[in-house]
């Protein structure tokens, strides 16, 4: 019967204590602050602001969409597999080349760049140099591994295994390139007929064009 008042006023101590509210509470000192359960937050956020509100819904829609699309799941899937797998590749790296080459620490990360190059230039037909100088707007927050498709990423993993293992057995760089840029072409072909990704993944804005491997 208060609340109709203009002079009524409720705080969120008493909010608490007249309900049993939960997940809000009020605290006084010098890290006081009134604190609430994220759900409790995002509502009143989006009753004070309008642009919090559409936010949320457009958050809430991509979410759905990305659920909702096998591609995406399977491409991220994929994603992590290679990832994982460059972790066997320079592991590689670090105990077979160089301790050849003698590279100083602070330019190690020169080689390591340069071999992950040399997939990219057997698989995607660039260097990430070359894709970046060619995708400039993409490449601010991509690089050409984030654009692969699913079959290029299940080759990449392949070719990273590989390679570690020509490393270990001493193969120079051009003949594990000549050997990669084959395995890469023969298992994209492979791939391809076999029909398993005719999609490309989908990118928000400017979608790159495809290079040819």
């Known amino acids: 019967m ?3 008042s203009n002079r009524f006023y409720l705080s969120v101590n008493q909010f ?3 309900t049993n509210a939960i997940g809000l509470f009020s605290k006084a000192g010098r890290y006081g602050g009134t604190y609430a359960h994220r759900d409790i937050a995002y509502n009143f956020g989006m009753w004070l602001s309008p642009e919090f509100f559409l936010l949320v819904i457009k958050e809430i829609e991509r979410l759905k969409a990305k659920e909702s699309d096998p ?7 994929k994603r992590i597999l290679s990832k994982t797998n460059y972790t066997i590749h320079t592991d590689a790296i670090r105990d077979n080349i160089l301790p050849v080459l003698s590279v100083e620490k602070t330019k190690e990360y020169l080689v390591y760049a340069s071999e992950a190059d040399m ?12 894709w970046e100088e060619a995708n400039p707007q993409l490449s601010k927050n ?3 591994r984030d654009t692969a498709t699913i079959n290029q990423l299940v080759v990449l993993s392949n070719m990273e295994s590989y390679n570690s293992e020509l490393i270990k057995q001493g193969a120079g ?21 076999s029909h398993i990704d005719q999609e ?4 928000t804005g400017n979608t790159p064009s495809i290079l040819d491997s």
């Open 2 to 4: 208060e609340a109709g």
């Open 16 to 18: 608490v204590e007249k």
């Open 173 to 193: 760089r051009q003949v594990r390139y000549n050997i990669l840029r084959q395995m890469a072409q023969d298992q994209l072909e492979s791939l391809k007929r």
């Open 119 to 130: 997939l990219n230039l057997a698989l995607f037909g660039c260097t990430a140099k070359d």
């Open 200 to 203: 490309f993944r989908k990118i």
């Open 71 to 77: 591609l995406l799941i399977e491409w991220d899937i």
């Open 142 to 144: 991509m690089n050409i």
